[in-house]
Protein backbone atom coordinates (compact mmCIF):
# COMPACT_ATOMS: atom_id res chain seq x y z
CA UNK A 1 0.00 0.00 0.00
CA UNK A 2 1.05 3.35 -0.47
CA UNK A 3 3.56 4.37 2.58
CA UNK A 4 5.29 7.62 3.38
CA UNK A 5 8.30 6.81 6.05
CA UNK A 6 10.44 9.57 7.71
CA UNK A 7 13.61 8.86 9.37
CA UNK A 8 16.76 11.22 10.24
CA UNK A 9 15.01 12.75 13.64
CA UNK A 10 16.98 13.25 16.99
CA UNK A 11 18.24 15.37 19.31
CA UNK A 12 20.36 18.71 17.95
CA UNK A 13 21.71 21.37 19.54
CA UNK A 14 20.87 25.14 18.56
CA UNK A 15 22.69 26.05 15.82
CA UNK A 16 23.47 23.01 14.20
CA UNK A 17 21.99 20.87 11.47
CA UNK A 18 19.72 17.74 10.31
CA UNK A 19 19.06 16.16 7.32
CA UNK A 20 15.45 14.42 7.48
CA UNK A 21 14.41 11.84 4.96
CA UNK A 22 11.15 10.46 3.42
CA UNK A 23 10.84 7.44 1.77
CA UNK A 24 7.90 6.77 -0.36
CA UNK A 25 6.47 3.86 -1.81
CA UNK A 26 3.56 1.88 -3.76
CA UNK A 27 3.34 4.72 -6.04
CA UNK A 28 4.68 6.72 -8.92
CA UNK A 29 6.73 9.25 -6.57
CA UNK A 30 7.88 11.55 -9.44
CA UNK A 31 4.15 12.18 -10.42
CA UNK A 32 3.20 13.61 -7.25
CA UNK A 33 4.17 17.23 -5.31
CA UNK A 34 5.43 16.84 -1.68
CA UNK A 35 5.08 18.86 1.75
CA UNK A 36 6.96 18.85 5.22
CA UNK A 37 4.33 19.86 7.59
CA UNK A 38 5.43 20.11 11.54
CA UNK A 39 3.99 19.57 15.02
CA UNK A 40 5.18 21.26 18.00
CA UNK A 41 4.43 19.01 21.43
CA UNK A 42 1.52 19.89 22.17
CA UNK A 43 0.35 22.56 19.38
CA UNK A 44 -1.55 22.24 16.26
CA UNK A 45 0.27 21.82 13.17
CA UNK A 46 2.16 24.06 10.75
CA UNK A 47 3.26 23.76 7.41
CA UNK A 48 6.78 23.88 6.72
CA UNK A 49 7.74 23.48 2.70
CA UNK A 50 6.45 22.48 -0.41
CA UNK A 51 7.94 20.80 -3.69
CA UNK A 52 6.40 20.40 -6.93
CA UNK A 53 6.89 17.06 -8.23
CA UNK A 54 9.62 17.47 -10.67
CA UNK A 55 11.53 19.03 -7.87
CA UNK A 56 11.05 22.52 -10.16
CA UNK A 57 9.03 24.67 -7.59
CA UNK A 58 9.74 25.18 -4.15
CA UNK A 59 7.89 27.06 -1.50
CA UNK A 60 8.44 27.48 2.51
CA UNK A 61 7.12 28.96 5.66
CA UNK A 62 8.48 31.87 6.67
CA UNK A 63 9.26 30.67 10.15
CA UNK A 64 12.16 28.28 7.54
CA UNK A 65 12.76 30.27 4.73
CA UNK A 66 16.29 30.64 4.24
CA UNK A 67 17.36 27.75 6.89
CA UNK A 68 15.59 24.83 5.48
CA UNK A 69 16.01 23.26 1.93
CA UNK A 70 13.65 20.87 0.45
CA UNK A 71 14.52 18.47 -2.14
CA UNK A 72 13.64 15.05 -3.59
CA UNK A 73 15.51 12.38 -5.97
CA UNK A 74 12.50 10.66 -8.25
CA UNK A 75 15.14 7.98 -9.15
CA UNK A 76 15.34 7.08 -5.31
CA UNK A 77 11.60 7.69 -4.19
CA UNK A 78 13.06 10.09 -1.70
CA UNK A 79 11.94 13.87 -0.35
CA UNK A 80 14.45 15.15 2.40
CA UNK A 81 14.61 18.40 4.72
CA UNK A 82 18.09 20.00 5.14
CA UNK A 83 17.47 22.10 8.28
CA UNK A 84 20.13 24.32 9.44
CA UNK A 85 20.56 27.08 12.14
CA UNK A 86 18.28 24.80 14.07
CA UNK A 87 16.61 26.90 17.10
CA UNK A 88 14.61 25.58 19.95
CA UNK A 89 11.21 26.11 18.20
CA UNK A 90 12.32 24.29 15.31
CA UNK A 91 11.23 21.51 17.81
CA UNK A 92 8.12 19.10 16.50
CA UNK A 93 7.32 15.75 14.84
CA UNK A 94 8.53 16.41 11.57
CA UNK A 95 5.46 14.67 8.73
CA UNK A 96 6.26 14.61 4.74
CA UNK A 97 2.99 14.37 3.05
CA UNK A 98 1.83 13.44 -0.75
CA UNK A 99 -0.15 16.27 -2.52
CA UNK A 100 -3.07 14.84 -4.09
CA UNK A 101 -2.80 14.50 -7.85
CA UNK A 102 -4.63 17.45 -9.25
CA UNK A 103 -4.76 19.85 -6.33
CA UNK A 104 -1.20 19.67 -4.78
CA UNK A 105 -1.86 22.37 -1.72
CA UNK A 106 -3.90 19.37 0.04
CA UNK A 107 -2.28 16.72 1.71
CA UNK A 108 -3.94 12.77 0.70
CA UNK A 109 -1.04 10.69 1.82
CA UNK A 110 0.86 10.94 5.24
CA UNK A 111 3.54 9.39 7.21
CA UNK A 112 3.72 8.82 10.89
CA UNK A 113 6.33 11.41 11.31
CA UNK A 114 9.94 11.60 12.96
CA UNK A 115 10.88 13.76 15.86
CA UNK A 116 13.10 16.49 15.91
CA UNK A 117 14.71 18.36 19.56
CA UNK A 118 16.63 21.47 19.34
CA UNK A 119 17.97 21.31 22.99
CA UNK A 120 21.52 22.20 24.56
CA UNK B 1 -1.34 33.13 16.01
CA UNK B 2 -2.34 31.66 12.88
CA UNK B 3 -4.20 33.72 9.63
CA UNK B 4 -6.61 31.17 9.14
CA UNK B 5 -9.10 31.09 12.52
CA UNK B 6 -10.97 28.19 14.28
CA UNK B 7 -12.35 27.68 17.30
CA UNK B 8 -10.40 26.26 20.04
CA UNK B 9 -13.29 23.53 20.96
CA UNK B 10 -16.38 21.88 20.10
CA UNK B 11 -18.44 19.56 21.62
CA UNK B 12 -21.82 17.66 20.90
CA UNK B 13 -23.73 14.35 22.01
CA UNK B 14 -24.17 10.91 19.95
CA UNK B 15 -26.51 11.86 17.19
CA UNK B 16 -25.89 15.42 16.96
CA UNK B 17 -24.40 17.76 14.06
CA UNK B 18 -21.32 19.47 14.61
CA UNK B 19 -19.97 22.35 12.85
CA UNK B 20 -16.73 23.61 12.70
CA UNK B 21 -16.10 26.88 11.28
CA UNK B 22 -12.69 28.66 9.69
CA UNK B 23 -12.28 32.37 8.76
CA UNK B 24 -9.75 33.54 6.87
CA UNK B 25 -9.12 35.85 4.20
CA UNK B 26 -9.40 37.03 0.82
CA UNK B 27 -5.85 35.72 0.01
CA UNK B 28 -6.72 32.42 1.34
CA UNK B 29 -9.48 31.04 2.10
CA UNK B 30 -11.41 33.24 -0.59
CA UNK B 31 -9.23 32.55 -3.28
CA UNK B 32 -8.69 28.97 -2.75
CA UNK B 33 -9.71 25.40 -2.11
CA UNK B 34 -9.80 24.24 1.75
CA UNK B 35 -8.88 21.19 2.89
CA UNK B 36 -10.12 19.75 6.70
CA UNK B 37 -7.80 17.36 8.26
CA UNK B 38 -8.82 15.27 11.10
CA UNK B 39 -6.31 14.41 14.06
CA UNK B 40 -7.25 11.55 16.30
CA UNK B 41 -5.21 11.43 19.41
CA UNK B 42 -1.47 10.30 18.57
CA UNK B 43 -1.75 9.64 15.29
CA UNK B 44 -0.76 11.42 11.67
CA UNK B 45 -3.47 13.81 10.58
CA UNK B 46 -5.66 12.53 7.73
CA UNK B 47 -7.38 14.44 4.92
CA UNK B 48 -11.23 14.37 5.34
CA UNK B 49 -11.83 17.05 2.88
CA UNK B 50 -10.34 18.47 -0.28
CA UNK B 51 -11.30 21.22 -2.83
CA UNK B 52 -14.02 22.88 -0.25
CA UNK B 53 -16.41 19.72 -0.48
CA UNK B 54 -14.81 16.45 -1.74
CA UNK B 55 -14.64 13.70 0.38
CA UNK B 56 -11.35 10.96 -0.35
CA UNK B 57 -12.84 7.27 -0.88
CA UNK B 58 -13.03 5.74 2.56
CA UNK B 59 -14.48 9.02 4.27
CA UNK B 60 -18.06 8.44 5.73
CA UNK B 61 -20.77 11.31 4.18
CA UNK B 62 -21.21 12.15 7.68
CA UNK B 63 -18.70 14.55 7.03
CA UNK B 64 -19.16 17.60 4.85
CA UNK B 65 -17.49 20.16 3.54
CA UNK B 66 -19.04 24.00 2.65
CA UNK B 67 -17.39 27.45 1.90
CA UNK B 68 -18.33 30.72 1.92
CA UNK B 69 -16.54 33.49 0.53
CA UNK B 70 -13.55 33.85 3.08
CA UNK B 71 -15.23 31.57 6.01
CA UNK B 72 -15.64 27.39 5.44
CA UNK B 73 -16.93 24.96 7.80
CA UNK B 74 -17.12 21.21 8.28
CA UNK B 75 -19.48 19.60 9.90
CA UNK B 76 -20.10 15.84 11.15
CA UNK B 77 -23.66 14.56 11.24
CA UNK B 78 -24.77 11.48 13.14
CA UNK B 79 -21.64 11.96 15.61
CA UNK B 80 -20.06 9.11 17.28
CA UNK B 81 -17.54 8.89 19.82
CA UNK B 82 -14.62 7.76 17.29
CA UNK B 83 -15.14 11.37 15.99
CA UNK B 84 -13.26 12.86 18.88
CA UNK B 85 -10.21 14.49 17.31
CA UNK B 86 -8.54 17.60 16.62
CA UNK B 87 -10.19 19.33 13.09
CA UNK B 88 -7.73 21.58 10.90
CA UNK B 89 -8.52 23.65 7.66
CA UNK B 90 -5.97 24.82 5.58
CA UNK B 91 -5.21 26.39 2.19
CA UNK B 92 -2.96 28.14 0.09
CA UNK B 93 -2.29 31.64 0.86
CA UNK B 94 -1.60 33.26 -2.80
CA UNK B 95 -0.07 36.48 -1.14
CA UNK B 96 2.26 35.24 1.35
CA UNK B 97 3.06 31.90 -1.41
CA UNK B 98 2.18 29.46 1.56
CA UNK B 99 0.11 26.51 3.05
CA UNK B 100 -1.78 28.20 6.03
CA UNK B 101 -3.37 25.50 8.67
CA UNK B 102 -6.40 26.78 11.28
CA UNK B 103 -5.26 26.41 14.99
CA UNK B 104 -7.13 23.38 14.89
CA UNK B 105 -10.37 22.40 16.59
CA UNK B 106 -10.82 19.67 19.27
CA UNK B 107 -13.86 18.07 18.78
CA UNK B 108 -15.47 16.24 22.34
CA UNK B 109 -18.37 13.44 22.08
CA UNK B 110 -20.52 14.17 25.52
Known amino acids: QVQLVESGGGVVQPGRSLRLSCAASAFTFGDYAMHWVRQAPGKGLEWVAL????????YYADSVKGRFTISRDNYKNTLSLQMNSLRAEDTALYYCARGLRYYTKAMEVWGKGTTVTVSS | QSVVTQPPSASGTPGQVVTISCSGS????????VSWYQQLPGTAPKLLIH???QRPSGVPDRFSGSKSGTSASLAISGLRSEDEADYYCAAWDDSLRVVVFGGGTKVTVL
Open chain 1, 51 to 58: ISYDGTNK
Open chain 2, 26 to 33: TSNIGNSY
Open chain 2, 51 to 53: ENN
